[in-house]
């Protein structure tokens, strides 16, 4: 079955920019009936959505990210990144990568194990 | 674009049965037939419980059941069993983006 990890820094300065991949493994990202997603959760807190991308590289953002957030897709390697610029402490948080499906419906299954992400000078 | 609203905490005893709300907009909730629930336990990633209100993944017990009124949806766990006890978030779609509530936590005493 499909599996997602996330990979990257687990420690960024403030003003710096977050960066992030996430590994697809058990089926290919290519595929026009999936979008993925990253999500984050800060200790102790709930959910945000960070944004998503189809295969065909459209992508969706939180509008109160959206002037920080890109999200990429690198099929090549069956991978999608998340850059964050000027971080600050407020985004640290467990991150998520998670995938979505096209088409009148929406959940978020599977998800990675989730990587933990520390602003701190 | 705010967080949906849920409880902070619920509680029931084994075998009965609780039910966990989530509260959006004629934006988001109200908008469309499109809310997610999902399990967590700590320090392990989220679990899709049910999706599109009322479907359940294969795997998921027919114990847990969603619904959805207006701007409010809900999710029923009947019951109860002590494996339950977990943080519950709902998201919806909401056109160009997804919105999570806050998360409510449940206990089984």
């Known amino acids: 079955q499909v599996q997602l990890e996330e990979t990257g820094p687990g420690l960024v300065k403030p003003s710096q920019t977050l960066s992030l991949t996430c590994t697809v493994s058990?089926?290919?990202?290519?595929?026009?009936?999936?979008?993925w997603s990253w999500i984050r959760q800060p200790a102790g807190k709930g959910l945000e959505w960070i944004g998503r991308?189809?295969?065909?590289?459209?992508?969706d953002y939180h509008p109160s990210l959206k002037s920080r957030v890109t999200i990429s897709v690198d099929t090549s390697r069956n991978q999608f990144s998340l850059k964050l610029s000027s971080v600050t402490a407020a985004d640290t948080a467990v991150y998520y990568c998670?995938?979505?499906?096209?088409?009148?419906?929406?959940?978020?299954?599977?998800w990675g194990q989730g990587t933990l992400v520390t602003v701190s000078s | 674009q705010s967080a949906l609203t849920q409880p902070r905490s619920v509680s029931g005893s084994p075998g009965q049965s609780v039910t966990i709300s989530c509260t959006g907009t004629?934006?988001?909730?109200?908008?469309?037939?499109?809310v997610s629930w999902y399990q967590q336990h700590p320090g392990k990633a989220p679990k899709l419980m049910v999706y599109?209100?009322?479907k359940r993944p294969s795997g998921v017990p027919d114990r847990f059941s969603g619904s959805k009124s207006g701007n409010t949806a809900s999710l029923t766990i009947s019951g109860l069993q002590a494996e339950d006890e977990s943080d519950y978030y709902c998201?919806?779609?909401?056109?160009?983006?997804?919105?999570f509530g806050g998360g409510t936590k449940l206990t089984v005493l």
């Open positions: 058990g089926g290919s990202i290519s595929s026009g009936s999936y979008y």
């Open positions: 998670a995938r979505g499906i096209v088409g009148p419906t929406h959940w978020f299954d599977p």
């Open positions: 599109d209100v009322t």
């Open positions: 998201c919806s779609y909401a056109g160009s983006y997804s919105l």
């Open positions: 991308i189809y295969a065909s590289g459209g992508t």
């Open positions: 004629s934006s988001d909730v109200g908008a469309y037939n499109y």
